[in-house]
């Protein structure tokens, strides 16, 4: 991937961010201090969203007598519909990865530091979207530059002849750690987000839960206090990034969670304002969006792929738009320590990045598992103790339903075995169990697990309503 590739043709910067300036360094700052830039995923994936629609807009909202010599803007794209053989696969593929990443940009301390980082999947044949965060501090291997927290490759393939720069680097580094291909590349300055709230003449945001964020950054390296009372309220560019991105409030609104929602209602608002009658029939304000978005967004993804992505996203409901967060918590991939340098690092739990590759791997299979809602039983067949209950737990926050957890008959089973009594009905629990566990299928029950089945009292309905029997095996220590 060259670099002038990721200059979108119609979303490329003023500048791009070498040119005519010398690359920051690398300065790793207390995590506090980029308040203001941590915590907006949904800056980025509005930003995107914004870029594709405004000009899917302008071509779909323009007169039907007028033609593309008409229309100064349109003929520097005419082009994108004169050639038949340039037209987007996009919705044939089975999955569309895009890496979002988000920096502070010129005049702020390490620049190219991506502080938000972000892989925005998509499942083209579903009209799933999977927003996933990973972590500034996941601790990675950048070959000659030893290993460094995950948000510096952007900075250090800026500051190196690596083909693509920054970007080309970081995407190359996060497709090793996903194990999945990075298709597209964004990378966002959004210092224009609060301008494009007010060019759209502000929000309305029904706020569910009143909260207080004495903890919120101001712009000065500090902290300041903000409150939301309860109830409709109009937003501004300024009052909706603060309640976008308030994270130490009080009332529940101090998770990840809570500002997840807070997130979305602010996306979806923005979403609505966009396609509203008094932006669609207003030219000047159209362009004043294209004009702010398109100064905010280096990307390697094409108009026309734009244009289909935006197609599509119209049809996107919210209830498809899955968010997770690769974290530390007690289920998480992840663990934190205190390096040899004394930085604050998250690693994976494994030795590898295998739990995070089937993570991702399974993101969409997980979503329809919980509304399969597939009864188990699960019976430990190696001598780890409490590797059933462990699995157990892990599998109910999927979505499946414990029937019943012990021992199996034998406790010398190298291979975990998932036994399917379901008639292939349930096809994406089967492969959830089959994938997360490391484990074979098979229908028939060994003679040795029948006999024990037929003895627990539990089952006072027999298998007449079980789905699966999992005998856990060696070849596992934990989910």
Excluded at 93 to 118: C, F, S
Excluded at 124 to 129: A, D, G, M, R, Y
Aim: glycine residues 8%; without cysteine.
């Amino acid at each position: 991937m060259n670099r002038d590739d990721l200059q979108l043709d119609f979303l490329s910067p003023n500048t791009t961010p070498t040119e005519g300036t010398t690359p920051s360094p690398i300065i790793e700052k207390p995590e506090k201090r980029h308040g203001w830039i941590k915590g907006v995923i949904f800056v980025i994936t509005t930003l995107i969203f914004l870029a594709s629609l405004v000009l899917y807009i302008r071509v779909s909202a323009t007169p039907l007598g007028a033609t593309f010599n008409d229309i100064s803007w349109l003929a520097g794209i005419r082009h994108l519909f004169s050639n038949a053989d340039r037209t987007s696969d996009i919705e044939n593929r089975d999955r569309v990865n895009i890496l979002l990443l988000g920096m502070g940009g010129e005049g702020h301390d390490g620049a190219y530091l991506t502080d938000t980082i972000i892989v925005a999947s998509f499942k083209p044949t579903t009209k799933q979207v999977a927003l996933v965060s990973i972590p500034r501090d996941l601790y990675v291997d950048l070959g000659s530059y030893g290993w460094r927290k995950i948000n510096s490759a952007n900075s250090y393939g800026e500051t190196s002849d690596y083909p693509g720069g920054g970007p080309a680097f970081a995407a190359q580094t996060i497709s090793d750690v996903i194990g999945q291909p990075i298709d597209y590349i964004v990378r966002v300055d959004f210092n224009g987000f609060k301008k494009l709230i007010d060019d759209l003449g502000g929000v309305d945001i029904d706020v569910q839960q009143a909260f207080t964020d004495q903890e919120y950054p101001d712009y000065e390296h500090g902290y300041q206090t903000i409150s939301f009372n309860k109830g409709l309220q109009h937003m501004d560019g300024e009052r909706a990034l603060q309640y976008s991105r308030s994270r130490h409030g009080n009332n529940g609104q101090g998770s990840d969670f809570a500002r997840s929602q807070r997130q979305m209602q602010i996306l979806m608002a923005v979403k609505n304002k966009t396609l509203s009658a008094g932006t669609l029939l207003n030219p000047a304000k159209l362009n004043d969006l294209y004009n702010n978005i398109t100064a905010n967004i280096e990307t390697n993804i094409k108009a026309f792929e734009a244009l289909r992505f935006a197609q599509l996203g119209r049809n996107i409901k919210q209830s498809d738009i899955i968010n997770k967060v690769i974290d530390n918590g007690p289920n998480g991939l992840l663990r934190s320590y205190i390096s040899d340098t004394g930085a604050y690092v998250l690693t994976t739990k494994a030795a590898d990045f295998s739990e995070v590759h089937n993570f991702f791997e399974n993101i969409f299979v997980s979503t329809n598992v919980a509304q399969e809602q597939s009864k188990i039983i699960l019976y430990n067949g190696t001598n780890v103790t409490g590797l059933a209950t462990q699995t157990a737990q892990n599998l109910t926050e999927s979505g499946y339903l414990i029937a019943m957890v012990g021992n199996a008959p034998t406790r010398d089973w190298s291979q975990t075995m998932v036994y399917n009594l379901t008639a292939d009905n349930k096809t994406d629990s089967l492969e959830f169990l089959t994938s997360t566990l490391h484990a074979q299928s098979q229908t028939n029950l060994p003679f040795e697990v029948q006999e024990k089945l037929l003895q627990e009292p539990e089952l006072t309905n027999g298998l007449a309503d079980i789905d699966f029997v999992i005998i856990l095996g060696s070849n596992i220590e934990s989910l």
